[in-house]
């Protein structure tokens, strides 16, 4: 088993830059990714833009330049490093793509690119990557079941006293360490995640009308996607809004809402999880960034370090969630709030019949407006969607990804290159079906009154969340314990919530990508970078060898 906090540094070594050290470097690079089980298309995509940084670096200073090369796992996240002594070079940034440094700092946030920094006259390239793991829904599974067998057997076997005993000793107290642990971590990481994300879009949108159009798109389908599963989901739940749409108290309780987003203080909102007005103060920051340019770029340099860093702790909440499921199954076993978790089907069934209907309509589309059959598209995307529905994971698939809109789908790389990084953020329709339909399940649960104004905080903040967000493991726990506290929904349904995040994540995500590729088909096809002969042509299948 990996433990946390392990520091292990396999490579150490000063090399002299030149065609053949690049190589080498390369090769290193590769075996030790390797050696972490990486997906060979994320592995592939890692070397190469390492190859890319060091040959910017051969071309500014020249052949034969000094750097140190260090690989090695640091704080249990294997880590490579490259530093070269001499005048400030930013290697990330491509003179042919002036997109290029936005969009590998999105590439950054699920692990994929390297970050690039410069102090006290030293370059540093630097790649930190999550450490693979296994499967998580068996990691979930076997949580599931040695929490279920422990709870049971304990409820057969352990008299009535000893067992309160336990629960009111040990149990609830734990139950209440990772309560706290959430609500501790959600709202600062939740913050700067909103902050660092609308600094990435809104650098991207204020270039060009097909960033806008697309981000403006992106939400709206999201919003859409929500809105409709919320009306869908409210009968099935046996949900009864608590009062008319006409009613004009709706609409005054509604503008109070939209008044109270105005926070007295910058830090109470953070410290007390109030989703909206954090989310405000966010988005005025992120702009404010924006707007400052330059002059704050050391400023937006330390947002972003911290976001680096809610975004490891977000990782490690995921890895404590096993533990903490266990835990809380046997604790609902013996007091009897499982429930919840019985009826977990319904959401779980409800979301994947959604998702499907939402996946099926957009392939469709373009299958009718590109005279290409659904067949053709669906072999296409196959090979991608199958890695993203495997790992669970949008870093795994990312390479996969790219490779099925540029060479199969006929997408210009001056498209993918800012679209897909920019869609993997902000394009989450499928995410905001899913996070709408457990909302009103474990509403309807706990009998929480549901009335127009709680649907709108809902649909609202449920797509300004999983618009803002990055799709990191760890982050959707975060989000959920936001979205409970301001819904005023029990923070016990968390178990539930957890639960339901990781198995759902193996729908949810691969489907996010498939109707991700085909809106970039869209948008491509507007800004007359499609090759219609490649979109159409048929799938090339592999070339069986010869005995």
């Not at 498209?415 to 009103?440: D, K, N």
Request: aromatic share 6%.
């Amino acid at each position: 088993m990996i433990k946390f906090f392990m520091n292990r540094i396999n490579i150490n070594e000063d090399i002299e830059l030149t065609g053949a050290s690049l190589d080498h470097i390369s090769e290193i690079i590769a075996d030790f990714l390797l050696q972490m089980r990486m997906e060979n298309s994320s592995r592939l995509r890692v070397r190469l833009s390492m190859e890319e940084a060091m040959l910017r670096w051969m071309d500014h200073f020249g052949n034969g330049v000094p750097v140190h090369l260090e690989i090695g796992v640091i704080l249990n996240r294997p880590t490579i490093t490259l530093t070269l002594s001499g005048e400030q070079f930013n290697p990330l940034v491509s003179s042919e793509n002036d997109l290029g440094e936005w969009a590998e700092s999105l590439f950054t946030g699920i692990s994929l690119s390297p970050t690039y920094a410069y102090r006290r006259g030293v370059n540093i390239l630097q790649l930190k990557m999550s450490m693979p793991e296994h499967n998580p829904a068996l990691k979930l599974l076997m949580a599931v079941m040695i929490g279920g067998s422990i709870g049971i057997l304990g409820k057969m076997i352990i008299p009535n006293e000893i067992m309160s005993r336990i629960v009111y000793t040990i149990l609830d107290p734990i139950q209440g360490v990772f309560l706290r642990m959430l609500n501790v971590t959600s709202g600062p990481v939740i913050f700067l995640s909103v902050i660092t994300t609308t600094c990435a879009v809104g650098s991207m949108t204020a270039i060009g009308k097909s960033g806008r159009r697309m981000t403006l798109r992106f939400i709206t389908i999201t919003l859409i996607a929500t809105l409709i599963s919320a009306v869908v989901m409210l009968k099935p739940l046996s949900i009864h809004l608590a009062q008319t749409l006409f009613d004009e108290s709706q609409f005054s309780s509604v503008l109070d809402l939209l008044l109270q987003a105005i926070p007295n203080d910058a830090f109470t909102p953070i410290i007390t999880g109030n989703s909206p007005q954090m989310i405000l103060i966010a988005l005025v920051l992120g702009n404010a960034l924006l707007a400052a340019g330059p002059k704050a770029s050391r400023l937006q340099t330390i947002i972003e370090q911290a976001d680096t860093v809610g975004l490891i702790i977000a990782d490690w909440v995921s890895r404590l969630t096993p533990f903490f499921v266990t835990v809380l199954l046997i604790l609902g076993i013996w007091n009897g709030s499982v429930n919840i978790l019985l009826g977990l089907w319904l959401p779980l069934l409800s979301i994947t019949i959604l998702s499907l209907i939402a996946m099926s309509i957009s392939v469709l589309r373009i299958s009718t407006s590109k005279q290409v059959p659904v067949r053709v598209l669906i072999e296409k995307m196959k090979p991608s969607f199958l890695i993203a529905f495997r790992n669970s994971s949008v870093d795994a698939s990312i390479t996969e990804n790219m490779n099925c809109c540029e060479n199969k789908l006929g997408i210009s790389k001056k498209l993918t290159s800012f679209g897909i990084p920019l869609g993997l953020i902000s394009f989450m329709p499928a995410e905001g079906i899913s996070t709408m339909v457990l909302l009103l399940y474990a509403a309807s649960v706990y009998k929480v009154s549901v009335s127009i104004v709680w649907l709108f905080i809902a649909i609202a903040l449920t797509v300004a969340l999983t618009a803002a967000t990055p799709p990191v493991s760890g982050i959707g726990i975060l989000t959920y314990t936001v979205l409970f506290a301001q819904l005023h929904i029990p923070s016990s349904a968390l178990t539930m919530a957890m639960v339901a995040d990781i198995l759902i994540g193996f729908i949810v995500i691969p489907m996010n990508q498939a109707m991700l590729q085909m809106e970039l088909v869209t948008e491509a096809d507007t800004l007359d970078l499609l090759n219609r002969d490649i979109l159409r042509a048929e799938p090339m299948k592999p070339v069986k060898s010869e005995k």
